[in-house]
């Protein structure tokens, strides 16, 4: 009987001890984002929990912890709480702002967290061991080129901007530098801020204002479906081509159906989460080299390729 | 019954006798008009005027309902993330019965609409009177709670109307009668009501004494919770009529739909020569001064000598300047 009992009880702790070695081999990433309030934010949430449930199933000794934060005070407080908790093997963030989140960020990466930075950098790039971006001048200079082919180097177009911000900026910028010395004519440029119901306005004062109009280029899939609606009113038929940029599944479902007005589309993917969370699992894992700057380009989504961009579930 | 006294003959002369004060909206309205005509001739043109009017109709119908809020005293800061929570809530049901019903669903979804429209603006009505919370505040806890619940409902992208509705409903926003697209006569007949029940029933003459004076209100006999729950429940109902017509135009609903619409409506009503502070309502005004708002922003579209990124503040100059006009015309 005794012995009985010292068997069972030997077993439970070595149950026991494996169970913690276990929970200590267990590495944690924790993947800080904004919370959705947008189209775009909401499709970063999506691919973040999709990512964070695909590794904890293929990796059993990995655990993504996603949190999101409806501001960025929130964000310092969701990085305290964890870290408070337990010890981080890597922190994947995606700031709300540069400026508030680079002290706290910093903080984590001095009790030995492995830090990746996506979309918006922090102020001390010397904290980051790995960074992961698209290419905002990219999109603009994509999409202009594309124009240029298609309307065979000149025509008469108009542009909608969103909300005066770094990103804004440098669409308009690298679209603008790169129809320069072209026959592509900018009539007028106007900010709609990223909006449907404003850009809807903007394209119907544009159509009222001038009688011709070749192309129309909105720098955000929300303001294109405006541009769309106010084109459709209207019932004109100089518009030869729509376009946008971001990569929002009702434009990528367009150019996979063969629209004639928008065929192509510019991505700024929101799923540059995952592929930063999952190069950093790689880096845990697999002891694969990551840190580095990595620029995702942003390659003209056609027909051919939409299929990798179209992501039906997403709410994005 | 001395604000009904006060207020009864008042009512009365402004049909009979012309009023330069109550004409001030009429009149900047003209001079906007004249004034784009010099700057670009496209701007009178008769499609252009239609797109304007037509989409200064959401603006419009919700700023009656601001009306009989304001006049009485209160403030409603909810009333944009509201329009997106019933666009929502309307375009969630429509698709739910869109396979049983087909187009049915749509009058069916407009039906929810409008329910959906009176008690949120009874929530806030009580929130106000009987909970006796600031207007102010109590709207902007409202306003905060409609717009993350459509962000909820719609995990943050956009809910789309079902395909088989949008050809159908479509209409609604993009249609016309003799002419005449059906957002602008929604408007009207909304207006016409409002300006009925506020200048020629009792509740009207109520709302305003409430406004003018809550103790002599309260002294005559007038019950001050009642008068200004049912101008909250009047303000939810026009804010879904504005959800209802909203919801054809874009055949979606989105977190950033109806943002800052609140500034945009108070301003509408304030133009139109309502007072701020209460006591005094102008319907007619008030849909003046939502399609100067909307004028003014295609105005600066038409015009090439403001800069894209002075535009908010050319619009801020010409409202101040309206305001003033209306001022120095009494």
Known sequence: MLSRKWVAAVAVGALMVAG????????????????????????????????????????????????????????????????????????????????????????????GTFITVVDRGLTDASIQDLY?????????ANTAKFMIDKLGGKGDIVVLRGIPTVIDDERIKGFQDTIKGTGIKVLDIQYAHWNSDEAFKLMQDYLAKYPHIDAVWANDDDMLLGVLEAVK??????????????????????????DAVTPVETPYPPAMIKTAIYMTVANLIG??????????????ITQANAKEYYFPDSPF | MTALIQSAPASSARQYRFSWADAGPFLALAALLALGFLINPDFLSPTNLANVITRS???????????????????????????????????MFMNIMAPSLGVWAIPAGMAVAVVTGLL???????????????????TLGTMGIFRALITYMTNGGTIPIDRSLREAYRPVYFGTVAGIPIPILISAAVAALGAFVLYKTKYGRRCAAVGAS???????????????????????????????CYVPRLGAATPTTGQ??????????????????????????????AVILELIANLMVLSDFVSEYLVAAVQGVIIIIAMLVQRFSK
């Not at chain 1, 992961?132 to 001048?137: C, F, K, Q, S, Y």
């Not at chain 1, 002891?287 to 003209?300: E, I, M, N, T, Y």
């Open chain 1, 132 to 140: 992961l971006a698209g290419d905002n001048i990219a999109v603009g």
């Open chain 1, 233 to 258: 009113q209207s019932g004109r038929t100089d518009i030869k081509l729509a376009l946008g940029g971001n990569g929002m599944k009702d434009i990528v479902k367009k150019v996979i159906d063969g």
């Open chain 1, 20 to 111: 913690q070695a276990l929970a200590a081999d267990k590495k944690v990433v924790a993947v800080s984002i904004p919370a959705a309030d947008h189209g775009w934010t909401a499709g970063v949430v999506y691919h973040a929990q999709a990512a964070a449930k695909e590794i904890n199933a293929a990796f059993p000794n990995v655990e993504v912890v996603v949190k999101t934060s409806p501001s960025a005070a929130d964000q310092v407080s969701a990085l305290e709480d964890l870290s408070a908790s337990r010890k981080l093997d890597a922190l994947v963030i995606l700031p709300y702002t540069s400026e508030e989140l680079t002290q706290p960020v910093k903080a984590i990466k001095d009790i």
């Open chain 2, 214 to 244: 809550e103790d002599v209100a309260r002294y005559s006999g007038i019950s001050v919770v009642s008068t200004r729950t049912i101008a909250y429940v009047i303000q939810g109902a026009c804010v879904a009529i504005a959800a209802i």
């Open chain 1, 287 to 300: 002891q694969a080299p990551v840190r580095g700057h990595v620029k995702l380009d942003a390659p003209l």
């Open chain 2, 120 to 138: 949120c603006g009874l929530a806030n009505g009580l929130v106000v009177t009987v909970g006796q919370i600031e207007p102010f505040i109590a």
């Open chain 2, 57 to 91: 109709a959401y603006i419009a119908i919700i700023a009656v309902g601001a009306t009989f809020v304001i006049s009485s005293g209160a403030l409603d800061l909810s009333v944009g993330s509201m329009v997106a929570f019933i666009a929502g809530i309307t375009i």
């Open chain 2, 260 to 289: 800052l619409w609140e500034l945009q409506v108070i301003t509408a009503v304030v133009i139109g020569g309502t007072a701020l502070r209460g006591g005094k309502g102008r319907i007619w005004g008030t849909i003046a001064g």
